[in-house]
Every structure is written in C-alpha cells, then in structure tokens.
C-alpha cells in the first residue's frame, strides 16, 4: 500500500530504501517487515498510514449493495483502519499482511476488533482461502508489488473470490508503465488485467481523491457469476 513522493538519490524514502535492498536480493516483498519493523523502534514512518479509511473506499461501501453475512478479505491491510471500516458495516472481515509487524501493530490498535487479522503472502496465500470471500478490498497494494510479480498478485487476488463475489480495486493512476518505485502505480491496462472468462468489470472509473487535491485514483469494481469457480 504505498504512497509516496518524489526523492532523491542522496536521500531516498525509507519504503524506496528497503524496497531497492529486497529487490537486489530479488525478494519483491521483503521490504515490508523491515519498514514496519523500522517504524516500531520509531526511526522510520510509514508512509501509507492513515488515521481514517481510504475515503474511495469508504464512499463505495456505503452505498454497496453487500449480503447479509458477507464474507469480506482486505488485502495488505497494514494497521488495519480499512479493514476496520469494512468490519463497521456489519461484514465478517479477514485482513492479512506479509508484514507479522503490522498484524502485532493492528491487533494493538484494535485491541477489541471483530476482524480476524493473519499473516499472509499474496503471492502465495493460504490454500483454505480459495474462493472463499463475498467481497475482495485490494487498496493500493498490487502497485507496491514490481511489475515482473503483477500478473502472480492478481492471480492470487482471483483466487479469492468465492461464486457471486465482488472485487473492488483502488489504485494510483499512470498513462504509461511505471520503471521506477515503489510505488508502481498502475495503467488502465494494468486494470484491464484484473478481468478473466470468471471475472468481468462492473464499473471502472477514475475518482478524485478527496484527501489530496487535483490527484485522482482507479477504482474499479469486478464480479465473479454464482456458477462455480474453476
């Protein structure tokens, strides 16, 4: 879930440091738990945290139109405040992070949360998580990911979601490839690939971001049929 400004060579961000450090030990994810590992002894911050839910989030859910004991899974949920909000609509919640560091740091702020928090890899999830949710929140985290493991962490993201369910993308917006991150933010192609024979879009649309001016972000909404999953 990354969301970060410009930097420089001399002085990059602490997410672009680490990330630069796992990548050259071609381990994509392996920045994560460093960072969260960093902000716990308090000498790094991180970045993508936020006191209150993803505000295009938010607006979707309340006006989502979500079963009645619905299964939900928040996909690299960090400290936990969207998996937080999702659970406050009355919708059974799973939040996972690669981060063990994060799932403490969530458990600690939501001491008495309803959300069932796991440590988890996208790029190899539980199997018992196979198409087992209603509603799939994936909020700017697939554009953390280099390109080379995109089509791995939405093939895992696929995976899943259960017959009828509804799968919402939310994501940073670039016209052309990105080279350079995290993060990587994702093109309307890029969007495009999130559709299978399984799973076909809904709505796609570009929003503007209520808590950064003039920037706006992809939020797309994808369903799987009832019929069975393959």
């Known amino acids: ?45 991180v970045p993508w945290d936020r006191d209150a839910p993803n505000p295009l989030l938010v607006e979707w859910l309340r006006t989502a139109a979500v079963p009645q004991g619905a299964r939900a899974m928040v996909i690299g949920c960090g400290y936990g405040t969207d998996a937080e909000f999702v659970a406050s609509r009355g919708i059974r919640t799973t939040a996972f992070d690669i981060s063990p560091t994060a799932i403490r740091g969530a ?23 196979r198409h087992a949710f209603d509603l799939v929140i994936e909020s700017i ?16 993201i696929r995976g899943l979601l259960a017959p009828d369910a509804t799968l919402l993308v939310i994501a940073d917006i670039s016209k052309t490839p990105a080279t350079h991150g995290p993060p990587w933010p994702l093109t309307r192609a890029d969007i495009d690939s999130f559709t299978a024979p399984d799973l076909t879009p809904v709505r796609i649309e570009t929003v503007p971001r209520p808590d950064a001016s003039g920037l706006h972000r992809w939020r797309a909404e994808f369903h799987r049929p009832r019929q069975a999953t393959h």
């Open 1 to 45: 879930m990354v969301k970060t400004g410009p930097m420089t060579d001399a002085q990059p961000s602490a997410d672009r440091r680490l990330a630069a450090q796992a990548l050259a030990a071609n381990d994509p994810t392996g920045w994560f738990e460093p960072l969260y590992a960093e902000a716990a002894a308090g000498t790094s911050v």
């Open 107 to 129: 458990r600690a702020r939501f001491p008495h949360s309803p959300v069932t928090y796991k440590v988890a890899d996208l790029l190899d999830p539980p199997p018992s998580w």
């Open 141 to 156: 985290t697939v554009q953390s990911l280099p390109p080379e493991v995109r089509s791995l962490a939405i093939t895992g």
